[in-house]
């Protein structure tokens, strides 16, 4: 009986501990684009490695938009940060847009 308590809580010790850490970032943008293609951005940012979601807003009339990057920074391997804002930036600039203003907005450590 002992046993099983001892391998419960060992159980719930290691579900509450975690090798990776959330992150949110927020990459604003600027250009004249469709609302509707605010989806294509997202689905390519979706592409990065270390990206786990990514929501878009985009106001028409301002011609001001923004990407919220969520990513997950893996402790456990070698190098934890596969996340480059780079790639993002690289998406923003293909696709006519010009990249504005990149910060962190969460970190889970």
Do not use: W
């Not at 920074?73 to 504005?100: C, M, Q, V, W, Y």
């Amino acid at each position: 009986m002992h046993m099983k308590l001892l391998l419960a809580l060992f159980c719930l010790t290691l579900s509450t501990l975690s090798f990776s850490q959330e992150e949110l970032y927020s990459y604003s943008f600027s250009g004249d684009i469709d609302s509707a293609f605010v989806k294509e951005l997202e689905k390519e940012s979706m592409k990065i490695e270390g990206v786990t979601s990514v929501k878009a807003k985009y106001k028409v009339e301002k011609k001001m938009g923004e990407l919220l990057i969520y990513t997950k920074k893996d402790e456990s391997k070698k190098d934890p940060f596969i996340f480059s804002p780079a790639e993002i930036k690289a998406i923003i600039l293909r696709n006519g847009l010009k990249p504005e203003r990149f910060i962190q907005l969460k970190s889970s450590k």
